[in-house]
C-alpha cells in the first residue's frame, strides 16, 4: 500500500515539515529503512543512524536537523507510530472463506466473509462471528461463542461454552477454558472438584501465546475490554480482570484474585489466590504478591512491598556483608569499652 | 440430571434437615444460583450472599438460621461439594466413535466404545483403552499406550513410546514426552545427549494445560498416580513424583529430582536437579529449592529456608532501612562515648 | 543396529580394555542394561551399580577394577556418552513422503526426502528444505523458510516469513513469530503496534516445548547458530541471542535484550528489556536480571549481583533474626554504658 506522506500525517495526529506529498509505502527501523520508507526517532542514542538513514520521511517529536528529507512532528512519537505502522503492516494472511478440510459441525453458526482454515474444528451449536479468521489447528468446543472479526492463531483450544468477544485477538497455542484447579482432599487422597463456570472474554482483548485461562469453577473468569496479555500466562479459575490491564509474559494469576483496571503486571509476577489488586496498580517484574494492593499502589519484591522501600531493600541487601562487618566491629568495641570502664 | 435431595445428600456423606425430596437438578455459586439448584456455604463472609440466594438447597457445614429452606449438613463441606458436583456436572462433551477425519495408523489398537475426534493422529502400533476420549489436534506417536477412560483434550502432543494410565486426564496444548535437556560440552559448542528414555503416568494422574513432562535420558520419568498438576508446569526428565502430590501452576523440577507422596509444590516454585523433596513436604510459591527437603518440612523463600524463618526474614528484609539506620545511630553513640572517655 | 565395540570406542574417542570385538547393540543406565548394552560411569555415587550391573560394556574416565567386563576409557565420559548414544538411539520415526492428509499450498516449495505428516498445513511461498520432518499439527505459515533436516514436532506454530536454518530441532507446542508485546498509550487505552518483523533461527539451534518466540517490531530476533533453549522459554522481540548459548526452562527475556554466545541462562530467570549480556556470561537460576551483565561475568539473585555477593548475602538473610538480635543486645548494652558515663 501506498500513500502520500501529507496523508501519514493526519493518521499520525502531527503535521509536516518539507515535501508532504512524497510517497511512503513501507515502515522501518532507521538502519534498515530504504526508498519509500518511513520510520520513527524518539532516543537520541539513536542520533547516529537517523544522521545517516536512508529512510524518505521521519517521525520526530520535534524538528531535527540531523534528518535532511522531510520530517512529520508528532506530540506521542509512539502513538504516532502506532497509528502509521497500522497503516503500512501487511494484513494478516486470511484463507479465502471455510476450508473444506475444515470440521465445521453442521449444528454450528457461522457468519458472513469468515476466513477458516483447513484443520479448524468448529463444535456443535458454536456460533462464529463475521469477518472471524481461525488458523489451522484451532479448536472451538460446542456452544462457544466468537465474536466479530476476532482474530484466531494456529492451535489454540478454547473449550466448551467459552465466550468471546468482537475484535480479539488470541495468539498461537492458548488454551481458553482448561478446567481450573481445585481438589478437594479426602484424606491425602485429592478429589477432583468440576469446574463447571466459563472463561468470558470482552471486546479488544489481546492474547499472547501458550496462555492458559483456566474456566471458572461456578460463573466465570472474565477478562474485561481492551486487557493485553503476553506470552505464557496463567490466569486461575474465577479471576476477573479489568479494563486496560497490561500484564507482562510468564506472569500468573491465582484463584479468585480480582484485578482492577489500568493495572500493569510484570513478567513473571505470581500473584496468591483470592486478593483483590486496585485501580492502575503497578507490580514489578517478578515480584510475589502475598497481600492485595491497593489503587495506584506501585509495589515489587518478594514478597512485595512498596517499590520505593524496594529500591532501598535491595541495595541494602547486597551490603549485608558490610552491615555484618559493621555490626561485629561495633561489638568489639563495645566490649573493650565496657572492659575499660570496668578496669576504672 | 435430576436427583432428589435425599439422593445428593447420600453423596454428599451428609444428613437432610427439611423436605428431603426436592428435586436438584444443578449446582451454582449462592449469588447466581436459581429454583432447582443446590448452593455451597463454608465461609461466613459470604453471609449476606446465603441471606439472599435463590438456591433450592444448600449444603453447609452446621445448621444455618440464615438460610430458609432444606440443608445438607455435612462434615466437610468441600469434599461435599466435590462429589454432589461431580454428579450434577455436565459431562465432557465426546464425538461419537472414530472420525473418519482422524489418522488412525492401521498397525495401532484401539478398544471400545473410544470418542475419537477429527484430525486426531494416532501412531504406529500405538494401544487406546476402551472408552478414551481423545479431542482434535492430539498426536498420539508411535507404540504409545493409553489406559482406560482417559481423557486427552486438544492439541496434546503425547510421543514416541510414552505409557498413559488409566482415567488419566490430560488437558489441552500439554507435551509428553518431548526430549529431556541434556547436553555434553566439545569447547564451548554444546553436543546433544539423545534422550531414549519415556514418560510413564500412571492412574488417576491430572495434568494442567501446556506443560511439558520430559522424557528420560534412559529408563523412565515417572509420574505416580493420583498426581495433580496446573498449568505451563515444567517437568525435567528422570523426575519422579510420588502418590498424590500436587504441583501449583508455572513450577519447574529440574531433571533427576525425586518428588515423594503427598507433597505440595507452590507456583512457580523452581527446583533444581537431582535433589530430594520428601514426603509431605510444602514448598511456599516462589521458592528457589536450592537443597533437598526433608519429609514433612515446610519451606518457602529464596532460597528455600524453613517457613517460620522465612516469615522472620521477609519481615526484617523490609524493616533493613531501620536495621541500617540503628545501625548508624549506634556508631555515632559509640564513637562519642570513646571521645569522651579518650578526654577523661 | 548392531556395533562392535571397537566401533563404538572409535566413536567415542576413547581405547578399549578388554575384547574389542564384542557387539553392542544398546545403550542404557547401569540399573537397566542387560546383555549388548553399554553403560557410562563417571559418578562414584554408582559404585554399587557398577558391580552389579549386567551391561556387555561400560564407558569409564579410568579403568576400573568394580566391572569385570571390556571397558571404553574416555577423556570426557559425558561427550562420549553424547557421541555414543547418537549412533545406538533409534532414530526418529518419520512418515514417508507426503501424506494426503496434509494441506501444502500449490504455491509452496518442497524439497527432496520430506516427511510431512498428516494435518500438517504448509502456507503459500513457503520453502521446506531437503529431508525435513514436519509432524502432526505443525503449521507453517506463508512465506516461511526451513533449512535443510530440520525436525519440528506436533502442534508447533511457525507464523509467515519466519526463517528456519538447516539441522534445526523444534519441540512439540512451540510458536515462533507470534507478535511480539508492544503498546502505545492513548490515555489508558493500550494501543496496538503492529509487529512486522520475523524470527530468524540459525542452523543447529533446538529449540524445546512450549516455547514463544516472538517476531520483532522491525528488522528481526534473532537466535544464533547452536543456540538451546529448554521448555516454556519466552523470548520477546528484536532478541539476539548469541552462538552456543543454553537456556534453561521458563526463563523469560524481555524485547531488544542482546544476549552474547556461549553464556548460561539459569531456569525461570527474567531478564528486562534493552540490556546486554556479555559472552560467557553465566545467570543463576530464577535471578532477576535488572542491569547488563559484563562478558564472563557470573550473577544471581533478585536483583542479580554478583554470584560470591549472592552467596554471602544468601546465608546473612538467614541470619537476619539474629543480626537483629545482636543489634537489640548492642543497644541495650550501650544504653547502659551511657547511664553509667552520665552518673560519674
Chains 1, 2, 3 share one sequence.
Not at 483447513?118 to 465474536?147: H, N, Q, S, W
Not at 478437594?184 to 469446574?195: D, F, N
Not at 479488544?204 to 501458550?210: A, C, R, W
Not at 474456566?215 to 474485561?224: D, H, P, Q, S, Y
Request: hydrophobic share 40%; with cysteine.
Amino acid at each position: 500500500m501506498e500513500f502520500p506522506l501529507k496523508k501519514i500525517a493526519r493518521v499520525a495526529g502531527g503535521k509536516v515539515i518539507g515535501n508532504d506529498s512524497i510517497i511512503i509505502s513501507g515502515i522501518n527501523s532507521l538502519d534498515e529503512a530504504g526508498p519509500g520508507d518511513i520510520c520513527f526517532f524518539a532516543d537520541r542514542r539513536y542520533k547516529e543512524s537517523l544522521t545517516k538513514t536512508k529512510a524518505s520521511a521521519v517521525i520526530v517529536p520535534e524538528k531535527n536537523d540531523l534528518f535532511k528529507g522531510p520530517q512529520v512532528v508528532v506530540s506521542d512519537p509512539s502513538l504516532a507510530y502506532a497509528r502509521v505502522a497500522s497503516l503500512l503492516a501487511p494484513p494478516v494472511p486470511r484463507y479465502p472463506g471455510i476450508s473444506e478440510r475444515a470440521l465445521v459441525h453442521e449444528k454450528s453458526r457461522i457468519g458472513k466473509n469468515v476466513s477458516i482454515y483447513p484443520m479448524v474444528y468448529i463444535g456443535k451449536e458454536a456460533v462464529i462471528g463475521d469477518e472471524v479468521t481461525l488458523f489451522p489447528g484451532v479448536f472451538v468446543g460446542d456452544r462457544v461463542k466468537i465474536g466479530k472479526r476476532t482474530l484466531i492463531y494456529a492451535n489454540v483450544s478454547i473449550l466448551q461454552d467459552c465466550v468471546i468477544g468482537n475484535d480479539v485477538i488470541i495468539h498461537a497455542g492458548t488454551v481458553i477454558g482448561g478446567d481450573g484447579f481445585g481438589f478437594a482432599r479426602e484424606g491425602s487422597v485429592p478429589v477432583k472438584i468440576p469446574q463447571i463456570g466459563i472463561v468470558q472474554i470482552d471486546d479488544e482483548v489481546e492474547i499472547g501465546s501458550n496462555n492458559c485461562i483456566d474456566r471458572a469453577a461456578l460463573g466465570r473468569t472474565w477478562i474485561k475490554r481492551r486487557v493485553k496479555t503476553d506470552n505464557l500466562v496463567q490466569v486461575g479459575h474465577n479471576v476477573v480482570i479489568g479494563e486496560n490491564t497490561v500484564i507482562v509474559a510468564q506472569a500468573g494469576i491465582s484463584g479468585s484474585v480480582h484485578v482492577g483496571s489500568d493495572v500493569v503486571i510484570g513478567g513473571q509476577v505470581g500473584i496468591i489466590d483470592h486478593l483483590e489488586i486496585g485501580d492502575r496498580a503497578m507490580i514489578g517484574s517478578q515480584s510475589g504478591v502475598a497481600k492485595s494492593v491497593s489503587p495506584g499502589e506501585v509495589v515489587s519484591g518478594y514478597p512485595a512491598m512498596p517499590h520505593r522501600l524496594f529500591l532501598r531493600t535491595s541495595g541494602l541487601i547486597m551490603r549485608l556483608p558490610q552491615l555484618n562487618d559493621r555490626l561485629r566491629h561495633l561489638e568489639r568495641r563495645l566490649e573493650e569499652l565496657e572492659k575499660k570502664l570496668q578496669k576504672e
